[in-house]
């Protein structure tokens, strides 16, 4: 059974989604959603690294040797990150200033490897890319989503804007600080996987043992 | 998903496996050259670019204290840190303290117990600037200075009066400190705190410093700014910043330098 391109593009938004239901590059995901421009941008990187990644590999997936394919394919998921990263530092200097190293430790985020290896190894470039791009967009959801719920409620605005007037401008809003912590992103993006799995009980996963009950009344 | 059964898996021999790796690692390599050395006129029109934004910090800073001044008016030195001389044979435009300080030729260790501000090594070198009056007296003294914060090193400019003695201003312009607790180290209300407070004592002694937030009147008041509450450790940074960039080896050979030659 093969999915329908249109599937393999959209399931890792909610169904199959890479941070979510595989808990696969949360690091990233803590480190550049303080604001809703850094992860906006950490999306798009992301999203180009996986399309063009899993497309590559997955040209040269005949060719690819069983025995050095990893490292083959971090050699071409490194390259890609590493032409990004300069072509920031030449046009998006200031946010790449503020991504600071998260965009180089792409090379090692598990979404990518894990698509190039799980996926692109066995596909035809065209359902690859998609593939890549699916997951891509699966992550930036997650990381919009939260980028955007921090920056809003850590510091007030959104995009840089200000739309709350925090209580030190003489407005009514106090900036909750944890929102802008690391731990923060936890708590948030637990949150999002209770609500997709209340709503997608099938994600949820079965337990690997249970407790043995003990001094339980049994009649 | 089942896997298109009718690809042939690779014939895995060593020789097949070397003949590849070194195939992608030449391509590689060769985009990655290719990238970066025709983007680097352009990062490095962005880092010149960000050079002169922080002298227009540092104008920022000046202008905050009523002195407005145009990039042509800082007079720009390359001060060899140990004498206190200006050696401007080093060549400015190329200088990077962070890089000549890791380097054994461009930077020194730092004895640890004069090493208040935890960073290990310094350039022998610093790149200051000096405002200059209409009679040619200096009239303010911009000295870049650094340390260890909580979770990042601070860079900031201390402005310090021509009389060495006085601060002007301080304005950090570079930290990676917790975003509202830390890095209220540049709220202006703080940066404030730090106009007109004395570094020096008479008797020519270092006092300068942060105190914990909320000691009270004391004779300390004069040189020193109350830390910011919740932060102690990024407070902790800055006093031991400033102690050590205006000790004997920081700064103090060429504000020694300055007071003589100007009484």
């Not at chain 1, 959209?10 to 808990?23: K, S």
């Not at chain 1, 809003?173 to 912590?181: C, D, N, R, T």
């Not at chain 2, 998903?1 to 003949?19: K, V």
Request: contains cysteine; hydrophobic residues 45%; charged residues 20%.
């Amino acid at each position: 059974m093969q999915d329908s391109n249109w599937r393999i593009l959209t399931r890792p938004l909610i169904d199959d989604n890479p941070l979510t239901l595989q808990i696969l590059g949360i690091c990233s995901a803590l480190a550049v959603t303080t604001s809703l421009d850094t992860a906006l941008l950490m999306s798009l990187v992301v999203v180009c690294v996986l399309a063009l990644g899993s497309a590559m590999v997955s040209l040269m997936r005949h060719q690819i040797p069983h025995s050095v394919r990893i490292i083959v394919q971090i050699t071409v998921i490194a390259t890609l990150v590493i032409v990004v990263d300069q072509l920031l530092q030449a046009y998006a200097f200031e946010l790449s200033k503020r991504l600071s190293v998260f965009v180089g430790l792409i090379i090692t985020n598990c979404i990518v490897l894990g698509r190039a290896q799980g996926f692109a190894m066995h596909n035809g470039v065209v359902a690859s890319a998609l593939d890549g791009i699916g997951n891509g967009l699966g992550y930036a959801l997650i990381l919009i989503l939260v980028g955007a719920i921090r920056e809003f409620f850590g510091k007030g605005s959104l995009l840089n804007m200000q739309i709350l007037i925090p209580t030190s401008q003489g407005g009514g809003f106090e900036p909750l600080q944890l929102m802008l912590l690391p731990p923060s992103a936890f708590f948030i993006i637990g949150g999002i996987i209770w609500l997709i799995r209340r709503k997608r009980p099938q994600q949820v996963e079965k337990p690997e043992f249970s407790l043995p009950v003990k001094g339980r009344e049994t009649r | 998903m089942s896997m298109a059964m009718s690809e042939t898996l690779p014939r895995d021999t060593t020789l097949r496996a070397l003949t590849l790796a070194l195939l992608v690692a030449f391509v590689c390599g060769l985009l990655v050259s290719a990238v970066a050395v025709s983007l680097r006129p352009i990062q490095r029109a962005n880092v010149e670019a960000e050079r002169i934004a922080q002298l227009q910090l540092v104008l920022n800073a000046l202008s905050a204290i009523g002195r407005e001044q145009s990039i042509d008016g800082l007079e720009q030195h390359m001060v060899e840190l140990a004498s206190g001389r200006f050696d401007d044979s080093v060549d400015a435009t190329r200088f990077n303290a962070e890089r000549a300080a890791a380097s054994s030729a461009t930077g020194t260790a730092i004895p640890p117990d004069l090493d208040l501000a935890g960073l290990k090594r310094r350039a022998l070198h610093a790149q200051v600037y000096l405002v200059r009056d209409a009679t040619g007296r200096i009239e303010l003294i911009i000295l870049p200075v650094s340390g260890r914060g909580y979770q990042s090193t601070l860079h900031a400019w201390l402005v310090l009066d021509g009389d060495t003695r006085t601060v002007r201003a301080l304005k950090f312009y570079r930290h990676g400190e917790t975003p509202g607790v830390g890095s209220r180290i540049e709220e202006p209300a703080w940066e404030a705190s730090w106009r007109g407070l004395r570094a020096f004592d008479d008797a020519g002694v270092l006092r300068i410093g942060v105190r914990p937030a909320g000691s009270g009147y004391s004779e300390d008041a004069a040189y020193q700014v109350d830390a910011i509450s919740g932060a102690t450790r990024t407070s902790q940074g800055v006093d031991g910043m400033l102690r050590f960039w205006l000790g004997e080896f920081g700064y103090a050979a060429l504000l020694q330098r300055i007071r003589e030659e100007q009484p």
